[in-house]
């Protein structure tokens, strides 16, 4: 049987997925309620970058997932520092919006 995971579900309820969201835990505290190497697939969207250590959740979602399963980010937005084109050098932050898949 294959496990899907929608994290950050929200409104997006969906049948045959586990459908989890921040009433069902909190997604800062570690480690998440949720076994290791369960899922088959994992459905991020909206979320990452709303959390304080997206760095931890992704080791998370990495723990809880089989080998070979997939993980899939939807509207992913980073926030990135990059020098600018000054004669200073200075570092700026730029958001970009990221769709994978």
Excluded: C, H
Aim: glycine share 2%.
């Amino acid at each position: 049987m294959i496990r899907k995971l929608n994290f950050g579900a929200g409104k997006d309820i969906r049948n045959d997925w586990d459908n989890v969201d921040k009433e069902d835990f909190d997604f800062n505290k570690f480690p998440y309620p949720i076994k290791t190497n369960v899922y088959d697939e994992i459905e991020i969207r909206q979320v990452l970058q709303l959390l304080d250590n997206p760095e931890r959740v992704l080791q998370e979602l990495w723990r809880i997932s089989k080998n070979n399963s997939i993980i899939i980010f939807k509207r992913l937005i980073l926030t990135i520092k990059a020098p600018t084109m000054t004669s200073r050098q200075n570092i700026i932050s730029t958001k970009i919006a990221l769709n994978f898949l």
